[in-house]
Each structure stands twice: as C-alpha cells, then as structure tokens.
C-alpha cells in the first residue's frame, strides 16, 4: 500500500511516497529556516506563505522521485494537528482537494504520532513485514522537539497513552529561547549542542526541574530559561568571552538532558516496556542518546529514527502514521478541521 504523505505544521513543507508504512520512496522537504533564523523564531505569516508557494512542486517531486502515478497512490496521510493554524490549512487543504480529484481516501494525522513512526521508517532492509512488526510492545516514547514534549506509552499501533506532557515550553522550544538569549542563531538545538561540546557542564549549576510527584512525568522548562536568562544578564553578554558562552551552553544542554533521561528512565521501569523509542528534532541530540542508554535497564531496547532527516519534520513519518492508522481505523471522508492544540488521543 502506497501513501502520499503531506507535511505543513510548522516551517517544513515536505511530502512523501512510503510503502506499508515503512519503506521511504521519496521524503522531500522544502525549508523555509533561513528566512526565519533572520527573525529569530518562526512568524506565522511568513510560513504560511511560504507553504502556499512550495506545496504544488514539493508534491510533484515526491510523486516523481518516487516514480509514482495518482493511480499507484493507495490515499493521501496529512498532518491536521497540532502546529501552526495557517500553515495547517495549507496542508490539509491541499490534501482535501487532491484527495477529492483522484477520489483517494484521506487520512488526518496528528503531528506528534508522524514523529513517533518515524522509527518504523527504512528499518529492516527491503523486507516490509520485517519492518512492520520489528518492534514489540509495550514502547515508551518520549517525543521531544520545538513545540512537543509528551511521554507517550504505546501499547499497539496507535495505542497511545500520553502519561507526560510540558506544562509551558518544550525541551526544543527552550534550547531555541537560550540560543536567541546567547546570541546564537536559529535553530538553537544544533548550535547550542555544538557550543557545548568546547564546555564545562557543570560551569553553572542550572535547576533540574522535576516537579512534584503528582507531576513526575510532566515537564517545565521555563525556570531553567529564566535561571539561564539571569546569568546571562549578569554576564553582559555582548562583552562576553567565547568560553563563557561554550560553559552556559553545555550546563545548559546537561541540565535538559538529565530531566529528559531521568523521567524517561522512571517510567520505562514502572511500566515495564519492551523498548523505548526517542523521536522528535531533539532525539537528534548524540548526549541525550548517549546519557539515556547509560542510564537505562540493560534488558530495554533503545531506539532512535534510523536517518537523522527522520527526527525533524518531515512527511515520510506522516505516510507511516497514516498507513497504520489506516489498517486500524481506515480512512476519514469527511472535511477535516485543523487545530493548532489537539492532544494524541
């Protein structure tokens, strides 16, 4: 079963052709990230825009680098929720037209499901049921990026229970906000992880915010901002050394990471999981990989996406959703509705 997948939630447009779910026949992204690294974070408008210009070409080369016709294409996957209201349109819009020309069956996918199958992505070689079923549940997910940040327990192919959740800013989101307060660039997770790797981790010792026990798997990364905002005031930081901002960055980097690694580590030996899957733009992060290894049960699988373009947005991993989703609930004919809040159910 082939699936187009469409991608338009935040500043990616990207489209996809995947096979059962697994096998990648094209995945082309179109970035509109230097436009907005000018801005320090990305604006609305400008996206939306962006997506309006590119989502006609970025489709037809994903159809041709795959070598696909509308008549070998099995339904159309899109991301409806959650992300960015007017980029969504774009996306679901162009979704329900195609979907309606080529009278394809349409499948709504919610974001953070596309991040979690991305792991399912180009694993096991050219043997789709190997792909489809090399992982055993139950899976502890913990899904990490710009905007989300949710423990997500999986018991089956779209099983989830979300057992965590960020209360205010997302892992993603705050190494973007310290690397704008570190004058930095956009986006800051690539760069700060860099900077980090000239620094001391313990320079600063910055909070580990674990909340109380009646939100042990919650997450809040706003006092750590604030906490990075106020030494970096002290600092002055358009006087300050190279060094300096090398020692902020990696005790900033060590203090998400501990939060990240210790609760995931908690709740894979409370739940009793199978394996844990990180996925996300932070599962990219080769110090939360390493520290959460270390840190968990031997008899644990860990996995991460098998290509590190599967950890950004992307729609490979919105085609993968979107096939088992299929397989399990079928398809939605009806006018889909995006939401910039909607929770993984």
């Keep these: 079963?082939?699936?187009?997948?469409?991608?338009?939630?935040?500043?990616?447009?990207?489209?996809?052709?995947?096979?059962?779910?697994?096998?990648?026949?094209?995945?082309?992204?179109?970035?509109?990230?230097?436009?907005?690294?000018?801005?320090?974070?990305?604006?609305?408008?400008?996206?939306?825009?962006?997506?309006?210009?590119?989502?006609?070409?970025?489709?037809?080369?994903?159809?041709?680098?795959?070598?696909?016709?509308?008549?070998?294409?099995?339904?159309?996957?899109?991301?409806?929720?959650?992300?960015?209201?007017?980029?969504?349109?774009?996306?679901?819009?162009?979704a329900q037209t195609l979907a309606y020309i080529h009278k394809k069956p349409l499948i709504p996918v919610h974001h953070v499901s596309g991040h979690i199958y991305a792991n399912w992505l180009d694993r096991g070689g050219d043997d789709l049921d190997l792909q489809s079923s090399v992982f055993e549940f139950p899976i502890l997910v913990l899904t990490?990026?710009?905007?989300?940040?949710?423990?997500?327990?999986?018991?089956?192919?779209?099983?989830?229970?979300?057992?965590?959740?960020?209360?205010?800013?997302?892992?993603?989101?705050?190494?973007?906000?310290?690397?704008?307060?570190?004058?930095?660039?956009?986006?800051?997770?690539?760069?700060i992880s860099k900077r980090a790797e000239s620094g001391d981790p313990s320079a600063y010792d910055f909070p580990r915010p674990m909340l109380d026990k009646d939100n042990k798997y919650n997450f809040s990364f706003s006092g750590l901002k604030s906490a990075v905002r106020r030494e970096v005031d002290e600092c002055e930081m358009?006087?300050?050394?190279?060094?300096?901002?090398d020692d902020i960055s990696a005790s900033f980097q060590s203090a998400v990471i501990?939060?990240?690694?210790?609760?995931?580590?908690?709740?894979?030996?409370?739940f009793g999981v199978k394996a844990v899957h990180l996925a996300g733009g932070v599962s990219a992060n080769q110090l939360l990989r390493k520290t959460v290894r270390e840190r968990l049960s031997d008899n644990i699988e860990l996995f991460w996406p098998e290509k590190m373009i599967y950890c950004t947005d992307n729609a490979a991993m919105v085609a993968s959703s979107g096939y088992f989703q299929y397989q399990k609930k079928g398809a939605q004919l009806e006018k889909i509705e995006p939401s910039s809040q909607k929770p993984l159910t």
């Excluded at 501990?258 to 409370?270: F, I, S, Y």
Aim: a negative charge.
């Design 1 to 94: 079963m082939k699936i187009l997948g469409i991608e338009t939630s935040c500043d990616e447009t990207a489209a996809a052709v995947v096979e059962n779910g697994t096998k990648v026949l094209s995945n082309v992204i179109a970035s509109s990230v230097d436009m907005h690294s000018q801005t320090g974070g990305v604006v609305p408008e400008v996206a939306a825009r962006e997506h309006i210009i590119q989502i006609s070409p970025v489709i037809d080369k994903a159809m041709l680098d795959a070598g696909t016709e509308w008549s070998d294409i099995d339904a159309i996957a899109v991301t409806y929720a959650p992300g960015l209201i007017a980029s969504l349109l774009i996306g679901v819009n162009t």
């Design 238 to 245: 358009g006087n300050t050394k190279s060094e300096i901002i």
């Design 144 to 191: 990490i990026s710009g905007g989300h940040n949710e423990l997500v327990l999986m018991k089956g192919h779209h099983d989830f229970e979300v057992i965590g959740e960020t209360l205010d800013d997302a892992a993603g989101e705050a190494f973007d906000k310290v690397a704008r307060l570190l004058n930095l660039g956009f986006p800051g997770g690539p760069v």
């Design 258 to 270: 501990d939060v990240l690694a210790d609760k995931l580590v908690m709740a894979a030996d409370e």
